[in-house]
């Protein structure tokens, strides 16, 4: 068996290629390109490439895959890829140390979405950014006249309906036109556009958004799930990706990060905190569904109360745990291809009789 392991990198990869049979070793370099990538492929003719987890690895993992060789994406994040300790570290060993733990079969695979669910998940991370960016442009609009006139805007959403708008926009001009003591004025003006513009593109977005969603039948399982809308069951599908792929809930939860760290040595044998490990679209989406199942549904608030233990120094521990419920139980909808009705799992034909 050929192995040959690659080190990607913006401009050069590194390659190194093992024989099984003969222990032979080659190594050497191309340029990062699709055409050179593939002239590799034709002059070494492997049988499996071994590339690590990272921007360019969908990338590679497409095309490889195309030729009919098998690839194997490394997870890079355990204590063995931990190089702080060397002295030497360089692309060629790199490669070489990809095709030297695939031969003896100590990578941990990575999977590698199809690009279409690529592609969602971008445009679910974008419009993340496009809402976090709202946020930072009101808060902005906010602390310029209060520490301009020292007025206060209506608080919450009151502020940026249409009429709300109209009463603290009044006076407001471009900044070309401001008066030097009034530069606010033109300050708040611009930023006010920036939210106009932010609002179209977000529309735009949650337009495509929704269409995706009525056209997967798994966003509408998920959908049923409490604290659970149409735009965190897309994360949830999208991130997840194949359910069946995750033979227990441990694992998802794992996958997702919300296991604890543990630490053992002799005697000692503790839990830490999460590790955060994984998706962190998928735990900021399930942290948002947390806390809308505990305020609108009774028995997800019970199960908060009982994990937090009445204790406001828990809340945040209880809220985990929510989640990974919330985790699970979509989880276990998506693979079963079961609804969620009153606080239980039933199957599709009896929820719908």
């Given at each position: 068996?050929?192995i040959?392991?690659?080190d990607l990198?913006?401009?050069?990869?590194?390659?190194?290629?093992?024989?099984s049979?003969?222990?032979e070793?080659?190594?050497?370099?191309?340029?990062?390109?699709?055409?050179a990538l593939?002239?590799l492929?034709?002059?070494?003719?492997p049988?499996?490439v071994?590339i690590?987890?990272?921007p360019?690895?969908?990338?590679?993992?497409?095309?490889?895959?195309?030729?009919?060789v098998?690839v194997?994406?490394?997870?890079?994040t355990?204590?063995?890829?931990?190089w702080?300790?060397l002295?030497?570290k360089?692309d060629?060993?790199?490669a070489?140390k990809?095709?030297?733990?695939a031969l003896v079969?100590?990578?941990n695979p990575?999977?590698v979405?199809a690009p279409?669910v690529r592609?969602w998940?971008?445009?679910?991370?974008y419009?993340?950014?496009?809402v976090?960016?709202?946020?930072?442009?009101k808060?902005?609009?906010r602390a310029?006249?209060l520490?301009?006139?020292?007025g206060?805007?209506?608080?919450?959403?009151a502020a940026?309906t249409?009429?709300?708008?109209?009463?603290?926009?009044?006076g407001?001009?471009p900044?070309?036109?401001c008066?030097?003591?009034?530069?606010?004025?033109?300050l708040?003006?611009?930023e006010?556009?920036?939210?106009?513009d932010?609002e179209?593109r977000?529309?735009?977005?949650e337009?495509?958004l929704t269409a995706l969603?009525?056209?997967?039948?798994?966003?509408k399982?998920?959908?049923?799930?409490p604290?659970?809308g149409?735009?965190?069951?897309?994360v949830l599908?999208?991130v997840?990706?194949?359910?069946?792929r995750?033979?227990t809930?441990?694992q998802?939860?794992?996958y997702a990060g919300?296991?604890?760290r543990?630490f053992?040595s002799?005697?000692m044998?503790?839990?830490?905190?999460i590790?955060?490990?994984?998706s962190?679209?998928l735990?900021?989406?399930?942290?948002?569904?947390?806390w809308a199942?505990?305020?609108?549904?009774?028995?997800w608030?019970?199960l908060?109360?009982?994990l937090?233990g009445?204790?406001k120094k828990?809340?945040?521990?209880?809220?985990?745990a929510?989640m990974r419920r919330?985790?699970?139980?979509?989880w276990?909808v998506?693979r079963?291809?079961t609804?969620?009705?009153?606080?239980?799992?039933?199957?599709?034909v009896?929820?719908?009789?």
């Amino acid at each position: 068996m050929r192995i040959l392991g690659m080190d990607l990198g913006q401009s050069k990869s590194a390659w190194a290629q093992l024989d099984s049979t003969t222990g032979e070793l080659q190594q050497g370099s191309i340029e990062h390109s699709d055409q050179a990538l593939l002239r590799l492929l034709v002059r070494r003719q492997p049988d499996q490439v071994v590339i690590e987890s990272g921007p360019l690895a969908a990338r590679v993992h497409d095309l490889v895959t195309a030729r009919g060789v098998a690839v194997l994406v490394a997870d890079t994040t355990g204590e063995a890829w931990s190089w702080k300790h060397l002295k030497r570290k360089t692309d060629p060993d790199d490669a070489l140390k990809l095709a030297r733990l695939a031969l003896v079969g100590q990578i941990n695979p990575v999977h590698v979405p199809a690009p279409a669910v690529r592609q969602w998940r971008t445009l679910l991370e974008y419009r993340r950014a496009l809402v976090a960016e709202q946020t930072r442009c009101k808060n902005r609009i906010r602390a310029t006249v209060l520490a301009s006139t020292g007025g206060r805007l209506a608080n919450g959403a009151a502020a940026w309906t249409l009429s709300g708008r109209r009463e603290w926009a009044r006076g407001l001009c471009p900044l070309k036109d401001c008066r030097p003591d009034e530069l606010w004025r033109g300050l708040v003006h611009c930023e006010l556009q920036h939210l106009t513009d932010l609002e179209a593109r977000l529309a735009e977005v949650e337009s495509k958004l929704t269409a995706l969603a009525q056209a997967s039948p798994d966003v509408k399982r998920v959908d049923s799930v409490p604290g659970v809308g149409p735009l965190t069951a897309q994360v949830l599908v999208a991130v997840l990706d194949g359910a069946q792929r995750f033979p227990t809930r441990r694992q998802v939860s794992a996958y997702a990060g919300l296991t604890p760290r543990r630490f053992q040595s002799g005697a000692m044998d503790r839990s830490g905190r999460i590790s955060k490990r994984g998706s962190r679209l998928l735990r900021w989406a399930l942290n948002q569904a947390a806390w809308a199942a505990v305020r609108s549904r009774p028995e997800w608030r019970a199960l908060f109360l009982r994990l937090g233990g009445g204790s406001k120094k828990r809340r945040k521990q209880a809220i985990v745990a929510v989640m990974r419920r919330l985790l699970v139980v979509a989880w276990a909808v998506l693979r079963d291809g079961t609804v969620y009705r009153s606080g239980r799992l039933q199957p599709k034909v009896a929820a719908a009789a």
